[in-house]
């Protein structure tokens, strides 16, 4: 079965630092990966997804994250963190004969320290 | 195009009652999936919805049903409320032309349900 493991259920970062959230999960196959970002009172909004082209992939306001089949895991980077990005992220796996059944890690949770 | 929305936003509901919930997907998406988002369990698949039929399930009770109607909107259901019900429930939408897992999920603001 698949799950998704997230390291660190909280994560503060100073303004300006490098944001690194890390995400692992396990597939019998790679799967699809997708990060997710929620602010207070909203629903989830994709930030990025990998469909099993380009590993390094480049998400919506400075995100990316790099699929790494050896250590099955799809951490996801910020060079810069602005405060607006302090939010609860979640990464996710789909199966590829899957139809929108997602798992979900149990989130992060980022905090910019001014 | 409108986003996907879902109504009530809040609900108040007592032990022993039953709720529906309702999600309207964007304009053109034909599945639709339900999660329950709580502190201590996280986003869990409820189930999936495709021409109006039930393409996967969670690891729910059967206290908890949906359905779609034929324009895609979709609703949940959950009958005999109980405490641990209480949760953000998320609605998503996605066009499924993928034929996979790989569709975006566009998700809405959710209901919050109280259950007292």
């Known amino acids: 079965a698949q799950s998704v493991t997230q390291l660190g259920s909280h994560v503060s970062v100073s303004e300006g630092a490098l944001v690194l959230l890390r995400c692992n999960y396990s597939?019998?196959?790679?799967?699809?990966l997708f990060w997710y970002v929620q602010y207070p009172n909203q629903g989830l909004q994709l930030l990025l997804k990998y469909t099993s082209a380009a590993t390094l992939v480049k998400g919506i306001n400075g995100f990316e994250a790099e699929f790494k089949k050896s250590e099955t895991s799809f951490h996801l980077t910020k060079p810069s963190a602005h405060m607006s990005d302090a939010a609860e992220y979640f990464c996710?796996?789909?199966?590829?004969?899957?139809?929108?059944?997602?798992?979900f890690g149990p989130g992060t949770s980022l905090s910019v320290i001014p | 195009k409108a986003g996907v929305t879902q109504t009530p936003r809040y609900l108040i509901k007592t032990r022993g009652q039953q709720v529906t919930l309702s999600c309207s997907p964007i304009?053109?998406?034909?599945?639709v999936s339900w999660y329950q988002q709580t502190p201590g369990q996280g986003l869990q698949f409820l189930f999936e919805?495709?021409?109006?039929?039930?393409?996967n399930k969670g690891n729910f009770p059967g206290r908890f049903s949906g359905r779609q109607f034929s324009n895609s909107r979709s609703e949940m259901n959950v009958s005999t409320l109980e405490l641990g019900d209480s949760a953000l429930y998320l609605c998503?939408?996605?066009?499924?032309?993928?034929?996979?897992?790989?569709?975006?999920?566009?998700f809405g603001p959710g209901t919050r349900l109280t259950v007292l």
């Open positions: 304009s053109g998406h034909r599945s």
């Open positions: 919805y495709f021409s109006e039929t039930q393409r």
């Open positions: 998503a939408s996605s066009l499924r032309t993928s034929g996979g897992g790989a569709d975006t999920q566009y």
């Open positions: 996710a796996v789909s199966e590829k004969t899957s139809y929108d059944k997602v798992i």
């Open positions: 597939s019998s196959v790679p799967p699809y």
